[in-house]
Structure formats: structure tokens, C-alpha cells
């Protein structure tokens, strides 16, 4: 435990204090910035004279603005927070020889790894809890609206959400780190990585649902929903797909699904109608709990993976 503390207390420190940290944080920072005022803004133009609606704060995170909603940037960028972080964490330290003294003290190999992903875990979290608070106070200023209890309890999800989402990235660079000896072919792995995940699998999985349609029966709507139907399927291997549909549906309350198509019969629709309406947090929840689960998932199973290699890998002979 004592060899856990050094190592986390070392990797945040350095984390803190590299100049790589300070501009990828001040990037994202005035980015979000922009977006909130260019949302808040619009919002309070658009609501100017009349009575606010409920939920109006959430718009902040979920409204375009003219260029992209927060969680888009968070969906597409955020990424690169978990690479640039990570990408060289194990493989600069061999290159160095730094790690082989760092093994010869008294601190346990496992201790290093989990030092270093935990160090990251918690620079993101504070990296985007902070955002989040600055999005939230330039939001009451712009807006002018007070969020209720169940507007924060949303907005604390989505944050937890993506800090789950970001350091799945970690984990995945982290890993890259330990497969290759080199920073660079490390760095272009995780990259490499990023870009197949964000736009070859919905690019693919668009030609793909198309094939399985007849072109004679391309504008039929059942046609039409099973080529949809297999798109998503297809899109939702990607962790971008799995983080936008879960946190879209956690900030939308009024969002019931995470399909973006549902064919109803007249009496659904008669009874949707009637019984329209914001959904509580926990509804919300529930119909995202599959896709959170997967994110939490595949986030364990990618550090597991990078903490079995890096046992078993032979450090001194680098």
C-alpha cells in the first residue's frame, strides 16, 4: 500500500505540472467555455419575455449553439484526454531506465500500475468535475435559471458517465504504452484506435445495414427499420456510440429511448401521447443501465488486460 501511494502521489504530480497537461486542460476548458455561452446565449434570447420551462438548464449540455452540444465535444474529443494522458506512462519510463530503479526499491510491480491508472482516474475526474462547475456557474449567470434537484442529479450521472467513458481511453493508451517500446508507435496505436472507434465503425456500419437491404425494397419502412436496426447494432461496438446514446438519454429527460426510430401502433401512440411527459432520473437510468454497465465493462476488462502484460512482462532486460 505504501509502494501504491508513492507511485500515485509521483504520477500526479507529474501529471499537474507537465505542460502537455496544461494545454490539453486550457483547450478543453475555453472550448467548453464557448460552447456554454454560445447555448446559453441562444437559450436566453429564444426564452426572453416568456416563462422558462422546466429543465431549461440541461440545454447547456445537450443544445448545439451553432456548432456542437457539450456532449458531442465530450463524445468525440474527450478521447484524446484519456490518450494524451497515458500514451507513454509505462514505455517512456523503460526507455528512461527510470522503472527498473523503481522496481528495485521496495514497491511491488502491481503497485505501479495501479499507481499510474489511478493517478489518471483521478486527473480526469478532477478535470472535468471542474469543467462541469465552470459550464454550471457561467450557465446560472448567462441563463439566469436555478437547476432543480433532479437537473443536478443528471448532470452529476453524465459526469460520472464520462469520467468512466474518458478513462476507458486511459486504459486503453496505458495498454498500448506496455505493448510497444516506442512513444511514438504507441501514441499513433491509441490514436489509431480513436479514429477507427469514432468514425470507420458508424462509416461501417452504414455500408453494412445497407447490404442487407434489397435495393427494390429500399423505400419500404419495414426495410427501412431493419436497415436501421442493424446500423445500430453494428455502431453500438463503438464506445462512442455506447457514451453518446447513454449520456444524450441521461440529460434529455424527455427522451424515452435511446432509438432514434420506434414504430408504434395507434393505440402506443394514443397512450404516448396521453401519458407524455418528463421521465424521473431513475426511469432515465434504467433504460441507459445496459450501455453504462458495457462502458464500465470494457473499461475493467482493458486495465485487467494491461495489468496481466505488465506482470508478466520482463522489465529489466529493456
Not at 455561452?37 to 436566453?44: A, F, K, L, P, Q
Request: with cysteine; net charge positive.
Amino acid at each position: 500500500m505504501g509502494g501504491l501511494k508513492v507511485i500515485f502521489k509521483k504520477e500526479l504530480q507529474d501529471h499537474f505540472t507537465s505542460y502537455r497537461f496544461l494545454i490539453i486542460f486550457s483547450l478543453i476548458w475555453m472550448v467548453s467555455l464557448l460552447i456554454t455561452y454560445m447555448v446559453g446565449t441562444s437559450v436566453r434570447d429564444e426564452l426572453s419575455g416568456i416563462a422558462k420551462p422546466k429543465y431549461v438548464f440541461l440545454l447547456l449540455f445537450m443544445s448545439s449553439g451553432g456548432l456542437f452540444s457539450f456532449i458531442q465535444f465530450v463524445a468525440f474529443f474527450g478521447p484524446l484526454i484519456g490518450i494524451i494522458l497515458g500514451f507513454d506512462l509505462i514505455n517512456r519510463e523503460k526507455n528512461e531506465g527510470t522503472l527498473s530503479r523503481i522496481l528495485a526499491q521496495p514497491i511491488y510491480r502491481d503497485a505501479v500500475i495501479n499507481g499510474k491508472f489511478l493517478a489518471g482516474v483521478v486527473t480526469i475526474s478532477i478535470m472535468m468535475t471542474s469543467i462541469v462547475l465552470v459550464i454550471t456557474g457561467l450557465g446560472l449567470k448567462v441563463v439566469g435559471v436555478v437547476p432543480g434537484l433532479d437537473e443536478l442529479l443528471r448532470i452529476v450521472m453524465y459526469l460520472i458517465l464520462s469520467i468512466v467513458y474518458i478513462s476507458f481511453w486511459l486504459g486503453i493508451s496505458i495498454l498500448f504504452s506496455i505493448l510497444f517500446r516506442s512513444v511514438t508507435t504507441s501514441a499513433l496505436a491509441a490514436l489509431a484506435a480513436w479514429i477507427f472507434f469514432t468514425f470507420f465503425v458508424p462509416l461501417g456500419a452504414g455500408i453494412i445495414a445497407k447490404s442487407f437491404v434489397p435495393p427494390s425494397e429500399t423505400e419500404k419502412t419495414e426495410a427501412i427499420l431493419k436497415q436501421l436496426s442493424i446500423q445500430r447494432s453494428i455502431s453500438l461496438a463503438s464506445p462512442v456510440s455506447l457514451y453518446s446514446e447513454a449520456a444524450s438519454t441521461i440529460i434529455d429527460p424527455t427522451k424515452k429511448t435511446t432509438r432514434a426510430y420506434v414504430l408504434v401502433g395507434p393505440f402506443e401512440k394514443l397512450s404516448i401521447e396521453r401519458f407524455s411527459g418528463p421521465l424521473p432520473v431513475s426511469q432515465s437510468l434504467l433504460i441507459v443501465i445496459p450501455y453504462i454497465i458495457s462502458i464500465v465493462a470494457i473499461t475493467a476488462i482493458c486495465f485487467a488486460v494491461s495489468y496481466t502484460v505488465f506482470l508478466r512482462q520482463e522489465i529489466r532486460s529493456l
